[in-house]
């Protein structure tokens, strides 16, 4: 058998351990932020028919520069926003890994305020990109003032600023994306991917008059598209042509361009679903603080919630009643998911038992 170590593997990924939040075939599962509802159906019958057409000249590679999907996407974010100015991957974390690849790698440095979204810190580190992270306040929020000494003391090469936060749940003022601008040396990158569930305003506006700043979003949450893969971002053009640079060819397979393209003209019928979801986690977090529980505001499809002597055991517990939440490392704290109505129901009554036990 050969182990891991046998291999003449990188040094600095000796010792690491790959992403994974567990994929358990339980009941209720809350726990990787998905759009809890499935796509609608005049969507699926779009992608259906989307996805055979162009099954119809697989024999070919696909447009490489995914304009007719960049270009709804352009749309679909408004405020503008040109075809030039967005850029297209499978699932947002592909985009991050290219913006890491063309403005990190080795001697460059990217920043982060953790808790945060763990894939900046683990794909910083599979580019060789190094690491920096500062605690954000005890209540999970950050102030502009603070943020912009960190970075002028840390001089990184990429901010990383995620709205709203994940794990945490917390919004993010637009003044603390501003505050960085003004001094950050490098690319910053706002992370939007649970933009639609929030009532902090998007920074794309901010685009205009800096050509530094990134905007990441996903069709992962809101969108109900996780299984297709599909992130994007929007940036000056001259990012996107950064990125020209570093991407694989023909990334973005024929299938997933016209899936995501039919999806996008069902967006309105599939962000119906948002307001339900936010008044969900609204009770969500209502009725975890009515058990006496510490809850973390949130402006995500998400609540982080405890806080729990042994977290772990807690989550166990959780499991063995059928309903899968997230352990995010974080000592005393869970994540869970805002699930269906009834999900959110079932799980409060099996928390409930467990606390009680
Ligand atoms: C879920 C999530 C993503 C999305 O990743 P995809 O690769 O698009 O599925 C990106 N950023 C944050 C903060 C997330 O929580």
Redesign the pocket.
Same mark, same amino acid.
């Given at each position: 058998m050969t182990r891991l170590d046998d291999l003449p593997l990188r040094d600095d990924l000796r010792g690491l351990t790959p992403y994974g939040a567990p994929q358990l075939d339980v009941a209720i599962r809350l726990n990787t /932020?998905e759009n809890p509802y499935p796509p609608p159906a005049e969507l699926v019958a779009d992608v259906q028919a989307s996805v055979a057409k162009a099954a119809a000249s697989l024999n070919r590679y696909p447009d490489r520069e995914a304009t007719a999907l960049r270009t709804a996407l352009a749309d679909y974010l408004g405020h503008g926003l040109d075809v030039d100015q967005v850029w297209a991957a499978n *699932? #947002? /974390?592909?985009i991050l890994q290219q913006l890491l690849m063309a403005f990190g790698g080795p001697g460059r440095s990217a920043l982060g305020f953790v808790p945060s @979204?763990s894939?900046h810190h683990l794909i910083a580190r599979a580019t060789a990109t190094t690491w920096r992270s500062i605690h954000r306040a005890d209540d999970f929020s950050l102030e502009p003032d603070r943020a912009r000494a960190d970075v002028v003391a840390t001089r990184p090469d990429i901010v990383f600023l995620?709205s709203p936060n /994940?794990p945490t749940g917390t919004a993010l003022d637009p003044a603390v994306v501003e505050a960085v601008l003004e001094v950050a040396p490098g690319m910053v990158v706002v992370?939007e $991917? @649970?933009a639609e569930f929030s009532h902090q305003p998007t920074v794309l506006p901010l685009l205009a008059e800096h050509p530094r700043l990134v905007v990441?979003r996903?069709m #992962?949450?809101a969108f109900a598209f $996780?299984g297709a893969?599909v *992130?994007y971002l929007a940036a000056d053009p001259a990012v996107v042509d950064a990125l020209r640079l570093v991407r694989l060819p023909y990334h973005l397979s024929a299938l997933t361009q016209a899936a995501a393209e039919a999806a996008l003209r069902h967006a309105p019928a599939t962000l119906a679903q948002v307001a339900q979801l936010r008044s969900d986690r609204d009770m969500l977090v209502t009725e975890l603080r009515r058990r006496g529980l510490d809850v973390v505001d949130s402006d995500a499809n998400f609540v982080m919630f405890g806080r729990f002597d042994q977290a772990a055991d807690v989550w166990r517990g959780l499991l063995d009643e059928g309903v899968l939440v997230r352990d995010v490392g974080l000592p005393g704290w869970l994540r869970v998911s805002v699930g269906t109505t009834s999900e959110c129901t079932a799980f409060l009554d099996a928390l409930e038992r467990v606390l009680t036990r």
């Open positions: /932020n *699932g #947002s /974390n592909e @979204y894939m995620c /994940n992370d $991917a @649970y990441t996903t #992962s949450k $996780a893969r *992130g």
